[in-house]
């Protein structure tokens, strides 16, 4: 079976390499083919795996090109982790925002939705080449924002595009850790929309245990989610928020913490892996080793500036081991060997979440076989809750109104309609200091 990775010089793709040299099972992949427009970034990734598959008997071949056509022909599956304007343009667009005053995180506010003009039309010129090249294909997304991005190309490629995130699966296993079970014993009954979404009920056997973890102020602040938001605020709400919801419940306190980090996280992330790509290369050097120290740090440093205004903490040694290249292979196992499976993933809602048409991309539990992933009816959500991701669903059709059709004021209105910007003069701001910053956004008119 061929895996072809687009964005294959990214930082994060040994951790998918990894998982496929443990997955020792029939129809596994056996060969992967790495396309990103920069040779040298692909050259250091390269290394990595290459280390990475030493002693590994059968390990999958591996082949890196710049060529995007060559990559996606004949490909069984499509990995989508591309990052537009690269981790320079992720640090612009925190900048912009923070300037003005509002957040610029970059799948949240307005960083998010600068993000998202920028890479909806690259994602769905992608989505067209599949179509052309590997029409049996299936394309998992994890390109940010992950949910805005896989319903743009689910206009081409209808549900054989899904949507990934580690995010919901670190909250489950938290969750589940806290409440002394076993992970995978536990149905996590989560719903929302990528980086919005709340934990309403863990059951295990039947019983759901989430009401005994609520009624626990002790329990509940032993694990990240607990410290961030507080044993109150989750008491209140009656459902464990997804880590991103901090943005929007303490969004005055995380802008502020932002604006007075040393730096913000793009910049911090952009002068770290060019660190690593640049030393990476030195024939002296062991590429994995110095991949492994540099991860280390990344995750230790994830969302930081929430914690720090939180007063959370340290993160916990068992969160610092990511997840999505696990949700990753057991989604391709599932469809290629019909390795029936429940994972909470992003997908065409399908009547699943009321409140939302059957086409809006949705984050939810959803049962996978060999035909795909087909979303779990889920109980509506609290009021509260139905607005917000109303309001957040109706910015993300903005952004890709804005794409497809080059309507700068489509751009205007996403920026203005999001819930942490406050005014349209500013909304107005924001996009021409982005158009100032990013050269991709010309098609804006």
């Keep these: 079976m061929r895996l072809t990775i687009v964005g294959g010089g990214g930082f994060r793709v040994p951790l998918v390499y990894g998982a496929l040299l443990a997955d020792r099972g029939p129809g596994r992949v056996t060969r992967v083919v790495l396309h990103d427009v920069d040779e040298g970034r692909l050259s250091a990734v390269t290394r990595v795996l290459a280390e990475q598959a030493e002693g590994v008997p059968d390990a999958p071949e591996v082949v890196a090109t710049t060529d995007l056509d060559e990559a996606l022909t004949g490909a069984d599956f499509v990995f989508s982790a591309i990052r537009v ?44 080449r599949v179509e052309r090249l590997a029409p049996g294909a299936w394309v998992i997304n994890f390109t940010n924002p992950a949910g805005l991005v896989t319903e743009a190309m689910s206009r081409r490629l209808g549900d054989r595009v899904i949507g990934i995130c580690d995010s919901p699966v670190g909250l489950g296993r938290r969750v589940a850790r806290v409440l002394g079970v076993p992970a995978e014993r536990a149905f996590v009954d989560y719903a929302g929309l990528n980086h919005l979404g709340w934990v309403r009920a863990v059951r295990v ?54 604006q007075e980090a040393e730096q913000t996280r793009g910049v911090f992330l952009r002068e770290q892996q060019a660190r690593f790509y640049a030393e990476a290369g030195r024939p002296d050097t062991s590429a994995l080793r110095l ?136 909304a107005r701001r924001l996009l021409a200091g982005y158009l100032d910053v990013h050269p991709g956004l010309t098609y804006l008119r």
């Design 85 to 128: 304007g690269g981790l320079e343009g992720r640090a612009a667009d925190e900048q912009v925002a923070l300037a003005e005053g509002v957040l610029g995180q970059e799948t949240v506010g307005a960083g998010g939705i600068a993000y998202g003009l920028r890479t909806v039309p690259v994602a769905v010129d992608l989505a067209r």
């Design 291 to 426: 991949w492994d120290r540099t991860r280390a740090e990344r995750e230790a440093t994830y969302m930081a500036e929430n914690r720090d205004a939180a007063g959370a903490g340290e993160r916990e040694e068992e969160d610092l081991s990511g997840g999505y290249e696990k949700v990753a292979l057991a989604l391709m196992r599932a469809i290629a060997r019909d390795e029936r499976v429940t994972l909470i993933l992003n997908v065409r809602n399908r009547g699943a979440l009321p409140g939302l048409d059957e086409n809006a991309v949705v984050e939810v539990p959803c049962r996978v076989d060999a035909k795909g992933a087909h979303p779990a009816t889920a109980a509506p959500l609290p009021g509260h809750a139905a607005a917000l991701v109303g309001s957040v669903k109706a910015v993300e059709r903005e952004v890709i109104a804005a794409a497809e059709t080059g309507s700068r004021a489509a751009a205007v209105k996403a920026f203005a309609l999001h819930p942490l910007v406050d005014s349209v003069t500013v």
């Design 205 to 258: 056997d039947g019983e759901d245990l989430l009401p005994r973890l609520l009624a626990d102020r002790e329990l509940l602040e032993s694990f990240e989610e607990g410290r961030l938001f507080g044993a109150d605020w989750l008491q209140a709400l009656g459902a464990i928020p997804n880590e991103y919801l901090h943005y929007y419940y303490f969004n005055r306190e995380t802008v502020r913490a932002y």
